[in-house]
């Protein structure tokens, strides 16, 4: 069974950092690529970023490019988000997920964590 | 507002059929980008239900249906369910953002 588990959300002051870890397993973590999206209260879905396999390659949404950075651990199966500069609009559950079906930046998401909780409040 | 567009809402009767559509430009759906769509109950994590346009994803019923024609893609969905009722995204790769959008989400609702 493919499991994604989020953790590292909670309350940040504006201007703070935090790190943002997803653990997978039930998968060869190695050979896929990743990514993470989020949702803020009573919005939409937001693609924010992806990483390749070994993670030479990574993409991110103009929201959040200078400020957050995608990383991967392979020998741990884990997959980072740092996330520096925090406004109050980065508000939001974060998800990880995995790749399916196209590139790390374009492909479709088919397993999905439950999510972590990002407050930004001072 | 979202690059890609999609109606706030759609409604429907159970049984009938209802189109959600997602209407990109020629930097994204119409620069042939795939498209993928997911099916979100609010509190759990989104569902992958179609992608690269038109292919289900595994589990997923033949109720649901995706297609694309030129800048704008559609998600159909066939004898509405009230297991359908949910918040469906559509998704796809913008080449002048580098990086993959999602729609702005439609809900819908099976009265």
């Known amino acids: 069974e493919v499991q994604l588990v989020e953790s590292g959300g909670g309350l940040v002051q504006p201007g703070g950092s935090r790190r943002l870890s997803c653990a997978a397993s039930g998968i060869t973590f190695s050979i896929y690529a990743m990514a993470w999206a989020r949702q803020a209260p009573g919005k939409g879905l937001e693609w924010v970023s992806g990483i390749s396999t070994g993670g030479d390659n990574t993409y991110y949404a103009d929201t959040v490019r200078g400020r957050f950075t995608i990383s991967r651990d392979n020998s741990k199966n884990t997959l980072y988000l740092q996330m520096n500069s925090l406004r109050v609009e980065d508000t939001a559950i974060y998800y990880c997920?995995?790749?399916?079906?196209?590139?790390?930046?374009?492909?479709?998401?088919?397993?999905w964590g439950q999510g972590t909780l990002v407050t930004v409040s001072s | 507002q979202s690059v890609l567009t999609q109606p706030p809402s759609v409604s429907g009767a159970p049984g009938q059929r209802v189109t959600i559509s997602c209407t990109g430009s020629?930097?994204?759906?119409?620069?042939?980008?795939?498209v993928h769509w997911y099916q979100h109950l609010p509190g759990t994590a989104p569902k992958l239900l179609i992608y690269g346009d038109s292919n289900r994803s595994s589990g997923v019923p033949d109720r649901f249906s995706g297609s694309k024609s030129g800048t704008s893609a559609s998600l159909a969905i066939t004898g509405l369910q009230t297991e359908d009722e949910a918040d469906y995204y559509c998704q796809s790769y913008d080449t002048n953002l580098s990086a993959s959008i999602f729609g702005g989400g439609t809900k819908l609702t099976v009265l």
């Open positions: 997920a995995k790749v399916w079906w196209g590139t790390a930046a374009a492909g479709s998401l088919d397993y």
């Open positions: 020629r930097s994204n759906i119409g620069a042939n980008s795939d």
